[in-house]
């Protein structure tokens, strides 16, 4: 954290806001606050450049042609990419996990080239995935079931720069056969999980701020956070 406020990122919410994931940023800053730390929430647009300067970026899920004008914003202003090189961690759903890969065809079959800063590639599946999503996460840090809520027509596949997030459990995930889901490659950590994401696996925020600030975080006893992300997992069955 380069200044005395927590600075997080939300990436193109005017067209990556289709499934509520700005609630990631809004967790991520609520967190912080709990703990202390000044943080805000600085909303990217297609009006503005984006900054590489922040200490935490999230970017959310859209429809195909949404995504799309997502994405030539990105390749014009590449402040995300920048942010990224430099450590900065980005926090990509659905939608932005194939942006950030190096291409993804849209559920008509147009190929469209992404901003390659994940080793992925996206095509389309037969059928669309919804529902609940389980998983058991493989990165250090993370030790509890992730889940969340799936809506996707897109199957990842990822190359070997690219790990993935967590095995699944329940529900699809990356959806190409390989069992897995979402991808992790340097500091960039993205998912196909909605509901949002952070308000259903606190684990996960913590993992991200503590990215950001550079410091270990005290745990929060909030047994409602608790409630809600049991209730979320077995809910899955
Ligand atoms: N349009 C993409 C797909 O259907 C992503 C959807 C989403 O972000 N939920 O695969």
Redesign the pocket.
Known sequence: MSESTLRIGLVLPDV?G??G?GGNALILRQRARMRGIDAEIVEITLDDEVPESLDVYTL?????N??RIATRHLQRYPGLQRAAEAGHPVLA????I?VLGHW?E??AGERVAGISMLDLT?S??EA??IGELVTTPLIDGLSQPLSGF??????TTLGPAAKPLARVRDGVGNGDGAGVEGAVQGSVIST?M?GPLLARNPELADHLLEKATGTALAPLDLPQVDRLRKERISAAR
Not at 150 to 155: F, L, P, S, T, V
Request: hydrophobic share 25%.
């Open positions: 990556m289709t499934y994931d959310g899920g859209a429809e195909d949404a995504q759903i659905c939608a932005a194939q993804y849209t559920s996206t389309p599946r669309r995935a799936e809506n996707h027509r897109g199957a196909y909605h």
